[in-house]
């Protein structure tokens, strides 16, 4: 019982980058928390790509917002 706890917490604690858009219509990166972008992109695509391969080097997730209508976003967890 005490190892699947541990492993929650390891879970919980484990990076995570979020994709949205701006007003402006740019794709920003943010780290979990962060108040700052990253990086900012002209389309979804550049970002996706950009933050999906930087969440593999870290062993980060990944979660994007969506843009338009309802659950538009998904869940990354490379």
């Given at each position: 019982?005490?190892e699947?706890?541990e ?72």
């Amino acid at each position: 019982m005490a190892e699947v706890i541990e492993e929650e917490k390891k879970r919980a604690a484990k990076k995570m980058y979020h994709i949205a858009k701006r007003e402006d219509g740019k794709w920003q990166v943010k780290f979990a928390g962060g108040s700052k972008a990253i990086k900012l992109f002209n389309t979804k695509a550049e970002a996706v790509a950009y933050t999906e391969n930087m969440a593999t080097n870290q062993d980060a997730g990944v979660l994007i917002h969506p843009s338009k209508g309802k659950n538009k976003g998904r869940f990354s967890n490379k």
